[in-house]
C-alpha cells in the first residue's frame, strides 16, 4: 500500500462525480500535491450529520434477489467505509457522490420512530418482518449519537412487530435488553456481516466497522440470550476472501449462528470506479488480478444488473464460491436452522387495543 496517497480510516479515496447533477466539482491532483508539499491539511476527513425528513419511513423492497419484503433505513450513507458497499449509488439521489461523500456526509432521520409507529398503527397494515438496515448499517458510528435505532426497537417491541436487523458493529449489544425482550416472544433475528478472519483485509476493506474478534463475540452474545442470528458472508470477493469461505462459516458456527447467507461481489454504478481505483491503491499488486476474477463472474463485466444472476455470478469462478459454500453448510449447519419470525402477536395486538375503545 501506498500509504502516501492512502487516506487512512476510509474506504473510498476519492469522491466521483454524481450521474445525475449537471456540475460537478473535483480536487486537482495538483492541488493535493502543493498541500503535501506545503505541509498544509487539504482534507480534514471529518464527518458531516445533516438532518432530513422524509415523510415515510418503511420501504417496500421489490428486487427478487433479496429476501426481504420492507425495510427501513434510519441513515443515508454510512461512516463504516465498506469499499464494496452497493448503497453508495443510493447517495447519488440525495445530490452527493458515491465515494467519500458516502462516508462523510451522513443523512440522519430523526423522525423515523414516529414514522414506524404511525406505519404499525395503520388498520390497512398486516404485519410483515420489517429490516433494518435493507440499504446502510443502523448500528454505525451515527447510532451512538442519535440513538434512533434503540428508538425504533422500542417501537417495534410496543406493538408486538417481528423486526430483522443487518449491522456489523457490535453496537448492537447496547440494545441487549430490548432484543432480549422480542427475542421472548420470536419477533427478532440479527444478520451479523463477517466478511474475514483477518484483521489486516478487515481494516482496508471496511475501515470504520467492528474488529473480527468483536464480530464473533457478538454472534455469541445475541445467541447465548435466545436470539436468533443469521451470519453475512457477503460480499465473497475472487482474490480477497473467497478463500476464507470454510473457515468464515466454521468460525460463525461455532459462535452461534444458525445459517449464514454470501452474494459474489459486483460493482454497479459508481462503485465500479471507487472500488478500481481503491484496490490500485491498496493492494496494487492484486488489482489486476481480483478486477479480472470480478469480470469473470459477471459475463466480462464489473457491472450486473441481471435478476436472478447478479447476486451470485456465473462462470467457472462462481461455481467454485458455490461448491465452498454448499460444502461449508453441510459441514457446520446441517443441524441448525433460522426460525421464521412470529407474525400473529402485531395483529393481536391492534385487535387488543380496538377493544379498549
Not at 36 to 60: H, L
Not at 67 to 96: D, K, L, V
Not at 129 to 134: A, E, F, K, M, P
Not at 226 to 242: D, K, T
Request: hydrophobic share 35%; with cysteine.
Amino acid at each position: 500500500m501506498n500509504d502516501d496517497n492512502f487516506i487512512k480510516g476510509r474506504g473510498a479515496q476519492q469522491n466521483v462525480p454524481n450521474k445525475f447533477l449537471e456540475h460537478s466539482y473535483e480536487t486537482r491532483d495538483d492541488f493535493l500535491e502543493f498541500c503535501r508539499i506545503e505541509g498544509e491539511e487539504a482534507d480534514k476527513n471529518k464527518t458531516q450529520y445533516i438532518s432530513i425528513f422524509p415523510k415515510t419511513i418503511v420501504n417496500k423492497v421489490t428486487s427478487p434477489d433479496v429476501e426481504m419484503t420492507f425495510s427501513m433505513n434510519p441513515y443515508q450513507g454510512c461512516e463504516h467505509g465498506c469499499i464494496y458497499c452497493y448503497a453508495r449509488n443510493t447517495h447519488e439521489f440525495w445530490g452527493y457522490g458515491a465515494g467519500l461523500d458516502f462516508e462523510r456526509k451522513i443523512l440522519v432521520k430523526k423522525s423515523a420512530p414516529q414514522l414506524l409507529e404511525e406505519k404499525l398503527k395503520s388498520k390497512r397494515w398486516q404485519a410483515r418482518t420489517i429490516v433494518l438496515s435493507g440499504n446502510t448499517d443502523c448500528y454505525q458510528p451515527a447510532e451512538k449519537r442519535f440513538k434512533i435505532t434503540r428508538a425504533c426497537l422500542e417501537v417495534f417491541l410496543k406493538y408486538r412487530h417481528p423486526v430483522g436487523i443487518i449491522t456489523k458493529n457490535a453496537l448492537v449489544l447496547r440494545d441487549l435488553d430490548i432484543l432480549k425482550e422480542l427475542g421472548k416472544y420470536g419477533l427478532i433475528g440479527v444478520n451479523v456481516s463477517v466478511t474475514s478472519l483477518y484483521e489486516e483485509t478487515r481494516r482496508i476493506l471496511e475501515p470504520r466497522t467492528t474488529t473480527i474478534k468483536k464480530r464473533l463475540e457478538t454472534i455469541r452474545i445475541l445467541s447465548e440470550n435466545g436470539i436468533p442470528v443469521n451470519a453475512m458472508l457477503a460480499p465473497i470477493i475472487p482474490g480477497i476472501n473467497s478463500h476464507e469461505i470454510l473457515n468464515l462459516a466454521k468460525a460463525v458456527s461455532e459462535n452461534g449462528a444458525l445459517s449464514f447467507g454470501f452474494t459474489v461481489v459486483r460493482l454497479n454504478g459508481a462503485i465500479g470506479q471507487v472500488f478500481s481505483d481503491w484496490i490500485r491503491k491498496a493492494l496494487p499488486d492484486r488489482a489486476d488480478k481480483v478486477l479480472h476474477q470480478i469480470e469473470e463472474c459477471h459475463g466480462g463485466s464489473l457491472n450486473d444488473s441481471r435478476f436472478g444472476v447478479r447476486n451470485r455470478g456465473e462462470g467457472k469462478i462462481a461455481a467454485q464460491i458455490h461448491d465452498l459454500v454448499k460444502l461449508a453448510k453441510q459441514t457446520y449447519f446441517k443441524e441448525k436452522t433460522f426460525p421464521v419470525l412470529n407474525h400473529d402477536m402485531h395483529a393481536e395486538y391492534k385487535e387488543g387495543q380496538l377493544s379498549l375503545f
